[in-house]
Nanobody, 122 residues
Framework: QVRLIESGGGSVPAGGSLRLSCTTE????????MGWFRQAPGKEREGVAL???????TYADSVKGRFTVSLDVGKHALSLELSSLRPEDTAIYYC????????????????WGQGTTVTVSA
């Protein structure tokens, strides 16, 4: 059974940093896109950052210059460095994978992790 496992969430003050990691198990298909998404209470899930198997990356405007995504294609592993964190970054962060080159729309992803919580205090 395909699994994505996130780790690294936690609680930090505004301006702080965190590193999220996503590892995968039992993948037998090619993965072209892996990404981080987040969902805050009462809000819809939104795309944060993507890593593509060809080396490209994509970021939501709200995190550009603050977050850095890195994809290890061979290991199907994804990380996200979060810096200059703001209270509005508080959310559950999910790792996702797709067998296609897709964008920040969550509907493009067919594999999901269970999520890890990031809390940023003012």
């Amino acid at each position: 059974q395909v699994r994505l496992i996130e780790s690294g969430g936690g609680s930090v003050p505004a301006g702080g940093s965190l590193r999220l990691s996503c590892t995968t198990e039992h993948f037998t298909e090619d993965i072209y896109t892996m990404g981080w998404f987040r969902q805050a209470p009462g809000k819809e899930r939104e795309g944060v950052a993507l890593g593509f198997s060809d080396g490209r990356t994509t970021y939501a405007d709200s995190v550009k210059g603050r977050f850095t995504v890195s994809l290890d294609v061979g290991k199907h592993a994804l990380s996200l460095e979060l810096s200059s964190l703001r209270p509005e970054d508080t959310a559950i962060y999910y790792c996702a994978a797709s067998n296609w080159f897709v964008g920040l729309d969550p509907d493009g992803f067919n594999y999901w992790g269970q999520g890890t919580t990031v809390t940023v205090s003012a």
